[in-house]
């Protein structure tokens, strides 16, 4: 798929870096760039005393400000660059974040999750869920040690025959056709004919082959280490620009309360991550 509209999902007080991140990203691709800037709702006071509601108001009207400063600071950032763009910006509840974020991100291609969201663990996991559960659409996690690109040349393809593994692979379809080779990752995969198929990874890179994509399997034991451990390493390995994947193949309440490879690779994306669900 080629992505025309990349929306970025940025903190509102802590948004630069990502939106030179995000114009770099749309420049390379020549995209349109929609920005989308949020500050979450200070929490209603507990407690029945006027002096705490008289912060409280105080509180939201400083963050109001705030993010229409952002916004004006973004829209001059982005007009001097001379790019396509929209800028706007949201002061939700909390418990409001994830459907808002989710009904932008069914506009765009692909929802850009940048570094500096880190410091924003709450806004970060709503931002990253809004996206991926509410709108269809893959979300693009920046690295940690390496730029975001859409024209990767080297590609990690992490599967395990799920459908959210054969989504990923789908919406990577045409980057993977320009990349110089993929690496079709599979951890201690097991030949089972109804997951599988008795030679593992053989059927998915046919299929990828029929496209013109060069690829190639990489079998690979986990001798007792983590699956996202593995796949971070082997990214490393092979100078891989991007992992694709598939997210969530687990609720999310098991992933939240277990563990998982999506929460695992979340929480600590060395290499660009395009994840699906």
Partial sequence: MTYKTVLLVADAENYDIDLRTAADLCVAGNAHLSVFLVKLAAPVPLGDFAAMSVAWLDVRAGDTEKLGDAVMSSRATLEALGISFDVHGSYPEEAWAEDEIGERARYADVTLIGTSLKASSRLRSHAIEGAL????????????????????????????????????????????????????????????????????????????????????????????????????????????????????????????????????????PAVPVLMVH
């Avoid at 990923?168 to 320009?178: D, G, I, N, S, Y």
């Avoid at 053989?202 to 983590?226: C, E, F, M, N, W």
Wanted: proline share 4%; no cysteine; charged share 20%.
């Fill in 133 to 268: 559960f509410r709108s269809g659409h893959p979300v693009l996690l920046s690295g940690n040690r390496q730029s975001v690109t859409l024209a990767p040349k080297r590609i990690l393809l992490a599967w395990n025959s799920t459908i959210e593994a054969t989504r990923a692979a789908r919406e990577a379809l045409e980057m993977m056709k320009t990349a110089d080779s993929v690496n079709v990752v599979l951890v201690d995969p097991k030949a089972v004919p109804a997951r599988n198929g008795e030679v593992p990874g053989a059927d998915v890179a046919t299929y990828l082959a029929r496209h013109g994509i060069k690829v190639t399997v990489d079998r690979l034991p986990s001798a007792g280490r983590q699956v996202n451990v593995v796949l971070l390493q082997h990214a490393l390995d092979t100078a891989a620009d991007l992992i694709v994947m598939g997210a969530y193949g687990h609720s999310r309440v098991r992933e939240r309360m277990f563990g998982g490879v999506t929460k695992a690779m979340i929480e600590s």
